[in-house]
């Protein structure tokens, strides 16, 4: 809703600056969402007279003009418009004015001076038109700035309301809610009843009184098409947003902004019999003013004469039907729709209109005969006319019932944290317009016939606050017993977790739980076992149809996303929820949100700089930061296969015997289809396993040495390294601090079918220094161990 400040001034005009004007009105939640001056920015520009007009001696399109400005003598003006000429009144910029784009200076044009310039409607920002200057009126004082002269100062304010706020849509609604926030007195505009002159009239039927519940209309004869529009008017709905076309539908354009009703006038001369309104009948066909061929929906209301179809009620008005300047008879109409009778209808073909956007949000239901008469005072005024009297059709059933609502004083205060007095609630209820029956220290507020937004005690509450205002509303801690929640040493939280895996270098990212179908077919393990995926029933766009079970096709979108940028070493994660069927997994079935971590790591494993190879990613890295963030638990990787990863660089993590997550290289085919380049590695853990961390206990430093011995086991080739080191660990007596695999060998020296893994034990005592008996005493049992359990042998 956009209007000049000077028309809201006029209707209501508080002491307060425009700044202050339209943060009051933000703050009572009309929101203004855009300020800015009528004119463009441009000084120095004056009303002038041209005195005389000759041709230039050296251009035929160009003319000689001695232009009065106001000063002691007129000024030489160098001018090509084709429009110039003797007597006419312009806007003349004088040497130093500064136009948009542009400073005027004394200048030769074909070896003539020119001391300024006389402007088009374009040169000033004003308009589009630069076929020629800009005339003024006759009686526009010379000298006079032109801004001073156009009110171009004036502030054009646009509001962002609400949708239940259709009582703003109008300057005197606008005008209401600021005298109420102020106090300021309301000047509303005088609607006098005008004396029928003639008799005639047409008989209004309401064949579908739902759709339309009142209708009024009024022949008015004899008008002048042709009569110009007030320059005020003109001025008025131009800066509201609304471009000025002829008087008779200006008219109607400047009631609905003044008052907020909606008008429509027909030549009458094309009107046959009497106005129905209607449904539509099988295939009837509109032409509309925008020059739309529309077939309406069988729900949408028609205006309608005895033969043919005038209008979309609500909507738009018949390209047949409507006023030119030939026409001298008219038929005004006025009439209320109810928002579920044009709710949606413009929209299904394709347009809107101010009609429509007004309707759909609730117009007063009792308007439309001082609307009428309204209108039909600025037309007599402007472009004469003889006006019949008002034919009203009303089917009362059908209005909007006004229910009372009860307002409770202890209930306000309860809810708004204040306490106001009953006579300050009944003062600020009054000043909003709204029926107030006292009852005690409680009220009966019945809402008043513009306000459909006011149903439950909430809603009064809601408007006291906007109008008390909720600067004033003071902003009071909570007070209440507080108590330090314990701080677990065996646990952490979600936030640390984050934190740790940031400290690896991980950036974190936020993707959406929906996603692509084809991401959980790719990328799910449960999709693989044949588990149904949650599809959503209204998805927000047709490539986010499914509930996510996995993090990792985020990721890779993710990744896909900074490929397409050029970025190539890729390092992120993500905690979030996602989303399994229980077991079973068919539809119909409940289902589970785990909460996950998953990481993603592509590129190089370092940062570029001179002290690094530039090695790529690999799966031991990812695996090394899984293994950190577990720490210092032991986690085991048992060989595995998963949809999502490579067949053959991919691994189980098991903590304490039980599954955590995956971690592995994503699948050469994901790599390919996905247009990745590189592979890259994930890994994807329960949340709660890494929630969970042990007591921190003490462990004696020993003062005595440490002995370290290698062990190389030859394995048959097809052993993994998990069983075997935990059979180690197991058999490892107290001295034993750590078994860690050191090296892997193939080649020469052994079978085909054979490897060698290579062990490096690391024994201490706390109270002794360690014997090379029990030493080789250890190794011996690890060796026996690993040749019962395992096929090992001592590798020579």
């Excluded at 309707?359 to 008469?373: H, K, M, P, S, T």
């Excluded at 993090?551 to 990744?559: A, D, P, R």
């Excluded at 994901?670 to 007591?695: C, D, H, I, S």
């Excluded at 040495?705 to 062990?711: E, H, S």
């Amino acid at each position: 809703m956009q209007f000049p400040e000077s028309w809201l001034r006029a209707l209501v005009n508080p002491p307060l600056s425009t700044d202050e004007l339209c943060h009051l009105l933000t703050m009572a939640g009309l929101e203004v969402e855009e300020r800015r001056s009528a004119g463009a920015d441009f000084s120095g520009v004056v009303v002038a007279e041209v005195l005389s007009v000759e041709k230039h001696p050296d251009a035929d399109k160009l003319k000689l003009c001695s232009v009065n400005v106001g000063e002691s003598t007129p000024l030489q003006i160098v001018c090509g418009a084709p429009n110039v000429a003797a007597g006419m009144k312009v806007p003349c910029a004088r040497g130093g004015a500064k136009l948009p784009g542009i400073e005027i200076k004394r200048a030769k044009v074909r070896g003539i001076e020119s001391f300024g310039m006389l402007c088009s409607a374009r040169e000033l920002g004003l308009s589009d038109d630069h076929g020629g200057l800009l005339p003024l009126a006759a009686d526009a004082p010379v000298g006079d700035d032109i801004r001073r002269h156009f009110d171009l100062d004036d502030q054009l304010i646009t509001l962002k309301l609400t949708p239940n706020r259709s009582d703003c849509l109008s300057l005197l609604g606008i005008a209401r809610e600021l005298s109420a926030l102020t106090g300021a007195p309301l000047l509303e505009p005088e609607i006098k009843p005008v004396a029928a002159v003639v008799a005639d009239t047409r008989q209004v039927v309401l064949d579908a009184p739902a759709s339309c519940p009142r209708y009024c209309g009024r022949i008015i004869r004899g008008v002048d098409a042709g009569a110009a529009t007030p320059e005020w008017m003109k001025r008025r709905i131009e800066r509201s947003g609304i471009r000025s076309i002829s008087f008779l539908v200006d008219v109607t354009n400047y009631v609905m902004l003044e008052l907020g009703q909606p008008l429509h006038a027909f030549d009458d001369a094309e009107l046959s019999g009497a106005i129905h309104v209607r449904l539509p009948k099988q295939g009837e066909q509109l032409l509309l003013l925008n020059e739309q061929t529309v077939t309406p929906s069988t729900d949408t209301a028609l205006i309608a004469d005895d033969e043919k179809p005038l209008a979309m009620a609500g909507v738009m008005g018949g390209e047949h039907s409507g006023i030119n300047d030939s026409t001298r008879d008219l038929f005004l109409e006025s009439a209320f729709f109810p928002p579920s009778a044009i709710a949606g209808k413009a929209r299904a073909l394709g347009f809107s209109s101010d009609a429509s956007h007004r309707y759909e949000r609730g117009v007063d239901f009792e308007l439309q005969r001082r609307a009428i008469e309204r209108a039909t005072q600025l037309i007599v005024e402007t472009c004469g006319g003889q006006p019949g009297p008002v034919v009203e059709a009303v089917s009362a059933p059908n209005l909007p019932e006004r229910k009372p609502v009860r307002l409770r004083t202890a209930r306000a205060a309860k809810v708004l944290g204040i306490a106001l007095a009953a006579e300050r609630i009944e003062s600020i209820l009054k000043g909003l317009g709204l029926s107030v029956e006292r009852q005690g220290d409680d009220f009966l507020i019945t809402p008043p016939s513009f306000r459909f937004d006011i149903e439950i005690e909430e809603d009064l509450i809601e408007e006291i606050a906007r109008i008390y205002g909720y600067d004033n509303i003071p902003s009071q801690p909570p007070v209440a017993r507080m108590a330090m929640m314990p701080a677990t040493e065996h646990s952490r939280t979600p936030m640390s977790v984050r934190r740790l895996v940031a400290a690896r270098d991980y950036h974190e990212v936020v993707t959406y739980s929906f996603v692509e179908a084809a991401w959980e077919s790719d990328f799910s393990a449960t999709h693989a076992h044949g588990v149904v995926p949650i599809v959503l029933a209204n998805p927000i766009a047709s490539q986010m149809g499914v509930m996510r079970s996995t993090l990792i096709g985020g990721l890779v979108g993710t990744l896909m996303a900074n490929r397409k940028r050029q970025t190539e070493r890729v390092r992120i994660f993500e905690l979030g929820r996602c989303f399994q069927r229980d077991a079973g997994g068919g539809p119909g079935t409940g289902f589970f949100q785990p909460l996950r971590l998953a990481g993603l790591a592509a590129g190089s494993a370092l940062p570029e700089q001179w002290g690094a190879t530039g090695a790529r990613v690999d799966f031991y890295d990812v695996k090394g930061d899984v293994e950190a963030l577990f720490a210092p638990r032991r986690l085991d990787f048992v060989k595995a296969e998963h949809p999502a990863l490579h067949p053959g660089r991919c691994a189980n993590v098991f903590l304490d015997g039980r599954p955590a997550g995956v971690v592995g290289e994503l699948h050469p085919r994901w790599v390919q289809k996905y247009e990745l380049g590189t592979a890259p590695v994930v890994f994807e853990l329960e949340l709660n396993k890494l929630l969970v961390t042990p007591f921190p206990s003490y462990v004696e430093v020993s003062r005595f040495p440490a002995v370290v011995r290698d062990l190389a086991l030859v394995v048959p080739h097809g052993q993994t390294l998990a069983p075997l080191l935990a059979g180690l660990r197991a058999a490892a007596p107290a001295i034993v601090r750590d078994i860690a695999l050191f090296d892997v060998y193939h080649g020469k020296g052994l079978g085909e079918s054979e490897k060698s893994l290579a062990f490096r034990i690391v024994m201490q005592d706390t109270q002794r220094t360690l014997e090379d008996a029990e030493v080789d005493a250890v190794i011996a049992d690890f060796l026996a161990i690993a040749r019962r359990d395992f096929n090992a042998s001592l590798r020579a």
